[in-house]
């Protein structure tokens, strides 16, 4: 037996964790890994821990570059199928990354994993399969810190769907019941980087560790030794007003610009508040650009507030996640993302790429009979919201924008919009869909009713989005307070992302400063909240479909105000008389 436990090197082991790094670049392909070296990484992987101690990886070593050019073709193929399937904004961010270097290192090492090792009974794995690639990976981790140890660097390549990893597994002569779990490249590099490549080339970012932590039950987050906090709370706190400073230094720089003052009439506007939100003249551009469509259902729909089922929705769901509805065509068109965030449909989603799971409930109740959601249902959706901004801008993405999928949505919107701005439901209750004169006046009066029985308290948003919903208002109100609190623009849709924006400025009246009114839907009250918010919108198309659209539409209105901040030269720079000097 070996003495008592002892701590080894708790600092050293730190900071070789935090100094890992997958590297892409700046291999020296001419300095070898010695066989000694090699071996020390892998016995190190070797040790790693795993389910019934079954230990199911194996390493298989690659110096011979025949080989790996066949691999690197193969990769390539996969890269450009990948590149193929991304928006615009992120094709181009992509093209600029270099995701491999298979041939720029000396040696490639796979990881495998046998998951049949260790017979039918080995522990642990009866009830959970998947415990062996899981144990893999851990080899993998012990591999990688150990090659950063020893001055390696490590590149993980993983551009290969199951057709790729079947024709990888033919190149290296794997039987067929093993997995490739990890392909690496291991070499020497003239140094390694501050912070990851995907981060400093602004891929992602690195979500913070108060974001990952939670204390007994999923959501109550907090570090160890600090009472958990509250989300919607902490998020609030970290919203601070638009920098005034940035947002003068803009309006002098495009006075200064090769142009009249003020030509640009409301693009300059643009231009002025997305510097006040980045602080900092130039701002970055707000791409890539994601569209967040939350989508759920209303139990007001029961009143007959309009001629759609309440089954359209789930359909208009798949239709987004398939590609068909009119908000997929607009951002191909303009190069942006859209992902679905179901908080709350009244049926039973599919799991599929694009879909956002964060259901809170299967639709609201009835704001006429009751309360819609209860007070935590609606914490519960604003929450998501939340996380979903923080997730959409940990990827990458500069700016987001709001989407809607709900029907009878916008009896919720009306109500809402009333009671945050005092209007009469005459004034703020439109056809949504379309609806008739009769259909119109029953709507009216729905929203009189649920106003007059509920009389929420507008200083108390989670008790107003309680009484009439909905829970995709609620999850957008979120995303906008999450975007906020990230200094990330928001470009605001119709009447719905309207509505949400007013419940985002009653929990801090400095989120408005982060929000654009992407275009000014023909519903009535979409007005009433923008007067409300005080936000001018960039177009008028007579729009009212919802999904996001809109707020496309505005898209390069807004990236076009930067790139100029950008790329225009000024007077000086230019040598250009300013008449005005």
């Given at each position: 037996m070996?003495?008592?436990?002892?701590?080894?090197?708790p600092?050293?082991f730190?900071?070789?964790?935090?100094?890992?790094r997958?590297?892409?670049?700046?291999?020296?392909?001419?300095?070898?890994?010695?066989?000694?070296?090699?071996?020390?990484?892998?016995?190190?992987?070797h040790?790693?821990?795993?389910?019934?101690?079954s230990?199911?990886?194996?390493?298989?070593?690659?110096?011979?570059?025949?080989?790996?050019?066949?691999?690197?073709?193969?990769?390539?193929r996969?890269?450009?199928?990948?590149a193929?399937?991304?928006?615009?904004?992120?094709?181009?961010?992509?093209?600029?990354?270099?995701?491999?270097?298979?041939?720029?290192?000396?040696?490639?090492?796979?990881?495998?994993?046998?998951?049949?090792?260790?017979?039918?009974?080995?522990?642990?794995?009866?009830?959970?399969?998947?415990?062996?690639?899981?144990?893999?990976?851990?080899?993998?981790?012990?591999?990688?810190?150990?090659?950063?140890?020893?001055?390696?660097?490590?590149?993980?390549?993983?551009?290969?769907?199951?057709?790729?990893e079947?024709?990888?597994?033919?190149?290296?002569?794997?039987?067929?019941?093993?997995?490739?779990?990890?392909?690496?490249?291991?070499?020497?590099?003239?140094?390694?980087?501050?912070?990851?490549?995907?981060e400093?080339?602004?891929?992602?970012r690195?979500r913070?560790l108060?974001?990952?932590?939670?204390?007994e039950?999923?959501?109550?987050?907090?570090l160890?030794?600090?009472?958990?906090?509250?989300?919607?709370?902490e998020?609030?706190?970290?919203?601070?007003?638009?920098?005034a400073?940035?947002?003068?230094?803009?309006?002098?720089?495009?006075?200064?610009?090769?142009k009249?003052?003020?030509?640009?009439g409301?693009?300059?506007?643009?231009?002025?508040?997305?510097?006040?939100?980045?602080?900092v003249c130039?701002?970055?551009?707000?791409e890539?650009a994601?569209?967040?469509?939350?989508?759920?259902d209303?139990?007001?729909?029961?009143?007959?507030?309009?001629?759609?089922?309440?089954?359209?929705?789930?359909?208009?769901?798949?239709?987004?996640?398939?590609?068909?509805?009119?908000?997929?065509?607009?951002?191909?068109?303009?190069?942006?993302?859209?992902?679905v965030?179901?908080?709350?449909?009244?049926?039973?989603?599919?799991?599929?790429?694009g879909?956002?799971?964060?259901?809170?409930?299967?639709?609201?109740?009835d704001?006429?009979?009751?309360?819609?959601?209860?007070?935590?249902?609606?914490r519960?959706?604003?929450?998501a919201?939340?996380?979903?901004?923080?997730?959409?801008?940990?990827?990458?993405?500069?700016?987001?924008?709001?989407?809607?999928?709900?029907?009878?949505?916008?009896t919720?919107?009306?109500?809402?919009i009333?009671?945050?701005?005092?209007?009469?439901?005459?004034?703020?209750?439109?056809?949504?869909?379309?609806?008739?004169?009769?259909?119109?006046?029953?709507?009216?009066?729905?929203?009189?009713?649920?106003?007059?029985?509920?009389?929420?308290?507008?200083?108390?948003?989670?008790?107003?989005?309680?009484?009439?919903?909905?829970?995709e208002?609620?999850?957008?109100?979120?995303?906008?307070?999450?975007?906020?609190?990230?200094?990330?623009?928001?470009?605001?849709?119709?009447?719905?992302?309207?509505?949400?924006?007013?419940?985002?400025?009653?929990?801090?009246?400095?989120?408005?400063?982060?929000?654009?009114a992407?275009?000014?839907?023909?519903?009535?009250?979409?007005?009433?909240?923008l007067?409300?918010?005080?936000?001018v919108?960039l177009?008028?198309?007579g729009?009212?479909?919802?999904?996001?659209t809109?707020?496309?539409?505005?898209?390069?209105?807004?990236?076009s105000?930067?790139?100029?901040?950008?790329?225009?030269?000024?007077?000086?720079?230019?040598?250009?008389?300013?008449?005005d000097?």
């Amino acid at each position: 037996m070996s003495p008592g436990p002892s701590a080894l090197d708790p600092d050293g082991f730190h900071r070789l964790a935090r100094a890992r790094r997958d590297v892409r670049t700046g291999f020296l392909p001419d300095r070898d890994v010695d066989d000694a070296t090699l071996r020390r990484v892998l016995a190190s992987a070797h040790t790693a821990p795993s389910v019934g101690h079954s230990q199911p990886w194996d390493f298989v070593v690659l110096r011979d570059r025949g080989v790996r050019a066949r691999v690197r073709d193969l990769v390539h193929r996969h890269r450009d199928a990948y590149a193929a399937s991304l928006p615009r904004a992120r094709a181009a961010a992509f093209a600029s990354l270099r995701v491999e270097a298979i041939l720029e290192t000396p040696v490639n090492v796979v990881v495998t994993c046998d998951p049949t090792r260790g017979g039918r009974h080995t522990l642990g794995r009866y009830a959970q399969p998947r415990m062996g690639p899981y144990s893999a990976v851990s080899a993998v981790q012990n591999l990688w810190l150990a090659a950063r140890a020893e001055g390696l660097g490590v590149g993980w390549v993983s551009f290969f769907d199951g057709t790729g990893e079947r024709e990888l597994a033919g190149l290296l002569g794997l039987p067929a019941h093993v997995e490739v779990v990890a392909y690496l490249c291991v070499g020497h590099v003239d140094g390694f980087a501050d912070a990851p490549e995907l981060e400093t080339a602004g891929w992602s970012r690195r979500r913070p560790l108060g974001w990952a932590v939670h204390h007994e039950t999923w959501g109550r987050r907090g570090l160890p030794g600090e009472e958990p906090m509250d989300l919607i709370n902490e998020t609030v706190d970290a919203i601070v007003p638009a920098s005034a400073q940035a947002r003068a230094a803009a309006r002098d720089h495009l006075d200064r610009m090769t142009k009249p003052r003020g030509s640009l009439g409301r693009v300059e506007d643009v231009a002025v508040t997305l510097s006040g939100i980045a602080g900092v003249c130039p701002p970055p551009l707000p791409e890539p650009a994601v569209v967040a469509v939350f989508a759920a259902d209303h139990g007001v729909h029961a009143q007959g507030v309009s001629p759609w089922p309440q089954e359209v929705t789930a359909q208009m769901v798949g239709n987004f996640l398939a590609g068909g509805a009119v908000v997929n065509a607009f951002a191909r068109q303009l190069g942006a993302e859209v992902c679905v965030v179901d908080v709350g449909v009244a049926a039973d989603l599919d799991p599929v790429p694009g879909l956002v799971p964060r259901k809170v409930a299967a639709g609201s109740a009835d704001m006429t009979t009751g309360p819609a959601l209860t007070r935590e249902q609606a914490r519960a959706a604003v929450e998501a919201g939340i996380e979903t901004a923080r997730d959409l801008v940990a990827a990458g993405n500069r700016c987001l924008l709001t989407g809607d999928m709900g029907i009878a949505n916008t009896t919720a919107a009306a109500a809402l919009i009333c009671t945050f701005t005092g209007a009469d439901p005459a004034v703020a209750t439109g056809r949504g869909t379309g609806v008739d004169d009769d259909t119109l006046a029953r709507k009216t009066g729905v929203v009189r009713a649920a106003l007059g029985r509920h009389r929420p308290d507008p200083a108390d948003p989670l008790g107003v989005l309680a009484a009439f919903g909905g829970l995709e208002h609620a999850g957008l109100a979120g995303l906008v307070l999450g975007a906020a609190a990230l200094r990330v623009p928001v470009l605001l849709d119709g009447v719905s992302g309207g509505a949400a924006a007013l419940v985002a400025a009653a929990f801090a009246p400095a989120a408005v400063d982060y929000c654009l009114a992407g275009h000014r839907s023909v519903e009535p009250g979409h007005t009433v909240a923008l007067d409300h918010l005080g936000l001018v919108p960039l177009l008028d198309m007579g729009m009212r479909l919802g999904e996001g659209t809109g707020a496309l539409l505005a898209l390069p209105v807004a990236q076009s105000a930067v790139r100029a901040l950008h790329d225009v030269a000024t007077f000086d720079s230019a040598g250009v008389v300013d008449k005005d000097a």
